[in-house]
Structures are given as C-alpha cells and as structure tokens.
C-alpha cells in the first residue's frame, strides 16, 4: 500500500516529523507538510524535555508524555533514555495509578491497545488482528484490571497499568515497540464508582466470573497463540482468585508468566539475595513473615520457598520458615477460605502453643521473630514502630520490605524504618524513594518492583524463542539481579539502582537465554545466547525509510 502523508504522520513507529531528511521528505509524499527546518533526533528530545520540564505536575507530566508516545515512538523513548530515572515515576508507578483512576475523562488516544469484551467473545481474535494492524507481536501485556496495583477493581481503566508496563519493557530492555500489544479485558467491574459514571468507558455491569469469565480467557489465549504464536503472554493485576488459577492453567503450555506472582517473586527474593549479602547471612536461618498473603504475597513465598529446597532443605523443613499472614492473622491449614495458593503455606495449629493469639501481625512478629518482613498488604503504616522495634530486637540487620503500590498505600517509610532500627534494616520500597539519610549515614533504598525484573526475563524468553518458563529460569535469573549488590558501601540498597536498569536488564536477559537453551526450551535453534539478545535489541534512532 503506498503511504500517504497523513498516515505517515499519524503513525507512531514510522513518524520522525520533523527530523524527516529533504530526501525523505521527497520520497514519503511530505513535501510542504513539514516546517522547513530538519532536525536532529536529540534537536527534538532537548525541546520535548524543555516542555516536559514546564508542566506543573505528575500527572500533566505524563499527559504530556503519553502524547509524545502515541505520535512518535522513537522520540518517545530515546528521550525516555535520556532520563529512565525521571520518567519512571511518572510513566509508571506511582503516577500510572493516577492516570488509571481518571482514565475514561482523561482519555484521547487508545495507545494502540486491544479491548476485549466479556460481553462479545466472538470479536475476540478480530479485536487482536485489528489492534496489531499486522504487526509482528512478540509481547502481550494483558490486564483485567480486578486488583490494580492496591487499589482494587478499575474495570477498562486498568488498561493504562498494561500500556505502563510496556513501556518498561522497551525502556528497560529494549524491546521493539512495533512488536507489542497491550490488551484490557473488560470483564465488568465492581467498582461501584465507576458504574454510576455516565463517563466511565468500559461495561457498566459487575464482573462476570466463572465459567463465562474462564471461557473468555481461554478463547482470548487461543486467539492469542495463533495470530502471534511467537509471542510471551504477560499476565498483570488480575484478580486474586483468578491469578493463580490462570497461571496454573497455562503455564505449561506456552511462555507465559504471571508478574504479580513470579515477577515480584522474582525480585523479592533478588533483594533478599541482596540483603544477606550485606549481612553475611545465610538464607537457611532466615525467617520469613508475608503479611498479605494474596498473590504477590504467595508469589514471593513460592519463590523463597523453591530457593530453600535449592539451598538443601526439604519442602516441609523449607515451609518451617514461611508464615503467611493474611486478614485473618496467621494462616492455619484449618482457616476458612483459604485461596489455593495460601494452602500451600498454611501452618499447622499444633505448631504453636498461643495460636489462637495468632491473629494480628503484632501478636505473629511478637512469636515468630521474624528476620524478614514482607509487606504485600495494601494496608498504608502497618509495619508501626512498635512492631518493627519488636522484631529488630531480636535480629542483627531486620530485612523489611514494604512493597505495596501506590506511595500511599505503603506499610511504612524508609525513613521510619531506620529510625526505629537504628539504621539496622534493610529495605526495598515497591515505589522509588530518594537516599534517606539518618545518623550520618546515607542510606540506598532498592525499589522492590517487579520492574527490575520482568523486562529482562521478558526479552531473554523471547529472544530465545522459549516454550515455557520453568522454576530453573526463574531461579537463574533471581540471582543474577540479586548477585548485583555493591555489599562495601555503608548504606548499600539491596538491589541495584534504577539508572542501572538497563545494564541489569541485559544481563538478566542473557542469564534466562542461557537458562533456556541449556534445557534445550528453545524453539529455534540458538548458537549464540549473548547475540541472540543483542540482536534482538531495538534501539531509540530513526532508521532511513525507503
Ligand atoms: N512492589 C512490587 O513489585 C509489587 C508487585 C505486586 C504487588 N505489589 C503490591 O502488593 C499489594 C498486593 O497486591 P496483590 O496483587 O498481591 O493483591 P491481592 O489482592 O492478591 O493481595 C492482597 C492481600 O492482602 C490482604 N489484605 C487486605 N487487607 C489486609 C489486612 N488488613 N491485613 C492483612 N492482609 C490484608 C488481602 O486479603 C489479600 O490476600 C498491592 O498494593 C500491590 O501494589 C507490589
Ligand atoms: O505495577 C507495579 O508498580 C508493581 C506491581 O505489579 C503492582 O501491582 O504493584
Ligand atoms: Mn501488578
């Protein structure tokens, strides 16, 4: 088809504007629909910074920066280079979370995203072809959107989390734009605030779960499969009694990943990594509290769970230092409405003599004395100073992450946690938090996200033309983030800094190759795991067009 000017223009992978050459210019149809000047990419990223610069806050900050992503890519993200430190925050957490909560009056632009109706299952695999206009999609980013972040059910509004998380992925690790598709599916939603908004863009009706729900998905996976059969399927936010029960359904059949449940898994148990290289500690005297006990919680107890093993425990000598505490207080193999995945990490009544106190994570701390603390909650300041007093009284260097998102839902400050631990904790934050200095000491704190971790195991997965994830890949790749502390500073963070994300996101990509192809997971034939990966890398510069 010959391009014209308009769709030239008006496409984000191939609009340079004005840094089209004369010749270009000549060749494409444009002449005269330009100004007059040609500019350089970096002309065009300083004057797109100036403007990024001048707006007032957060969130316009973002407006102003998906505009710039929904007309030229390239631009987009070779400025998003420039300052991955800056525009993290503000294209993904905690300033999506913004952007999701006003969603549908804010909205302009689809950001090229596949809306999928629980309403209409037959216009499923239309939905994707017309939403990937042939493009050769290697990534899906896939949300439902029923446990954003913390904050719950927002219905197609989510979208936004699933456009954020692509992002990352590009900025990251360098995965070509052009070959990624982020998809909502609107399920309904049961966010009654969204339901009585005349405004609100998605079904106004509750959720649909079940079977109806169940087939959606699965219609939606085999769609998925045969328009883009070179693709890794990303699962984010979905629901708590759907997560696990998707991931366990797929995760053998093709290369998927849940990263809620592994991606945070993955990254928590990097930074503990991390930690007990600070502390010279060994995992297997660690003991470990989850308070919030849904599926990044599970995730990570998983996680740490089949690292034990790998350290030499037995499953249940492994499950001996796991205590999962949920609303209910502790979990008991007899507590009613246990998810299945709290099942698996479910104690024993007879193991403690006060269990029936067991019902407050103040109480559980006070018992178990734990030595890692993990907060997947939603629950805003409950690691409360005397809790966490409590536990350091008892522990050289207390691990304590509270890793709930946004900002204000986070179970306590960094700050706070040094000062009732007399700088002794150490900390990951699922937000980016400045150095915090205290007593003369400044502190590194290492963002807990899932960010460090799913664009590099995404694009070694997909540079090595994987089949499926397995727990030997997850395993290689947790050490090769957690493998990366700098243990000689005072103050050292747990986990690499944010303006290494790049670096680390290669090497986490070459690790998960080389994992795969020593399985033989690979489904065409690798000579070279490092190329494989740098060949893959898409990079932010305009190419000639012909
Ligand atoms: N930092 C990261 O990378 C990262 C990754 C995933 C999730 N998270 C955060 O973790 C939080 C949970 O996410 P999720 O996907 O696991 O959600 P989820 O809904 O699956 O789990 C939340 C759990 O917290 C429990 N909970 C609620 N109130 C509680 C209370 N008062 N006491 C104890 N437990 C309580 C719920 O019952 C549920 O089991 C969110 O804030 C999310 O942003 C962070
Ligand atoms: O989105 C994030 O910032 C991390 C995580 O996936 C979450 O759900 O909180
Ligand atoms: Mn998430």
């Given at each position: 088809m010959t391009q014209t000017a308009d769709n030239i223009l008006n496409n984000p992978f191939l609009n340079k504007g004005t840094a089209f050459t004369q010749s270009e210019r000549q060749a494409l149809g444009l002449t005269g629909t330009l100004p007059a000047v040609v500019q350089t990419i970096d002309e065009q990223a300083q004057q797109a910074y100036a403007q990024f610069q001048s707006k007032p806050n957060d969130l316009e900050k973002r407006l102003f920066l998906m505009t710039l992503f929904n007309e030229n890519r390239t631009l987009f993200f070779h400025l998003m280079d420039q300052h991955v430190v800056e525009f993290m925050p503000i294209v993904y957490d905690p300033t999506v979370a913004d952007s999701i909560e006003q969603y549908s009056h804010l909205f302009t632009d689809s950001q090229g995203a596949a809306f999928i109706s629980v309403d209409d299952p037959d216009s499923i695999e239309d939905t994707l072809r017309n939403a990937a206009n042939g493009r050769d999609i290697r990534l899906v980013v896939v949300t439902d959107a029923e446990g954003i972040l913390g904050m719950g059910d927002w219905g197609v509004n989510g979208v936004d989390i699933a456009v954020g998380k692509l992002m990352v992925y590009t900025a990251a690790a360098g995965i070509d734009p052009s070959q990624v598709l982020p998809v909502s599916i609107d399920a309904g939603t049961n966010n009654q605030q969204l339901l009585d908004d005349?405004?609100?863009?998605?079904?106004?009706h509750k959720r649909v779960y079940g079977d109806a729900y169940y087939d959606v998905i699965d219609r939606f996976v085999t769609a998925e499969r045969k328009l883009f059969p070179e693709s890794l399927l990303h699962w984010e936010d979905f629901g708590r009694s759907n997560a696990k029960v998707i991931l366990d359904k797929y995760q053998d059949q093709m290369p998927t990943f849940n990263d809620d449940i592994q991606g945070t898994g993955m990254v928590v148990l990097a930074g503990i990594l991390g930690a007990l290289n600070i502390s010279h500690e060994d995992i297997r005297d660690q003991k470990f509290v989850f308070f919030g006990s849904g599926s990044a919680g599970m995730g990570i107890a998983h996680q740490i769970f089949d690292e034990l093993q790998r350290a030499g425990l037995s499953a249940d000598e492994a499950r001996q230092h796991l205590y999962a505490v949920d609303k209910q207080g502790l979990l008991f193999s007899d507590t009613p409405d246990l998810t299945a995945a709290q099942t698996e990490f479910a104690r024993n009544?007879?193991?403690?003599?006060n269990a029936t106190d067991l019902t407050t994570l103040a109480q559980v701390v006070a018992t178990v004395h734990p030595t890692v603390l993990i907060g997947t909650s939603t629950q805003p300041g409950a690691f409360t100073a005397d809790l966490v007093k409590d536990m350091a009284a008892h522990t050289d260097r207390p691990i304590i992450f509270?890793?709930?998102?946004?900002t204000k839902l986070a179970e306590a400050k960094a700050l706070d946690l040094l000062k009732w631990t007399d700088g002794r904790a150490l900390i990951a934050t699922g937000i980016p938090v400045g150095d915090v200095t205290y007593n003369g000491t400044t502190y590194h704190i290492g963002q807990g996200n899932n960010a460090l971790m799913y664009p590099g195991l995404g694009f070694g997965l997909i540079a090595s033309t994987a089949t499926v994830l397995n727990g030997e890949t997850l395993s290689a790749a947790c050490h090769a983030l957690g493998g990366?502390?700098?243990?000689?500073?005072?103050?050292?963070?747990?986990l690499p800094p944010v303006d290494q994300l790049t670096d680390f996101s290669q090497k986490i990509a070459e690790v998960v190759a080389q994992s795969v192809v020593d399985q033989h997971l690979n489904k065409e034939p690798i000579a070279d795991v490092r190329q494989a990966v740098a060949d893959m890398k898409w990079v932010p510069e305009y190419k000639p067009v012909d």
């Open positions: 005349p405004l609100y863009l998605g079904n106004h009544r007879q193991d403690f003599n509270p890793l709930s998102n946004p990366l502390v700098d243990t000689t500073q005072p103050g050292a963070a747990v």
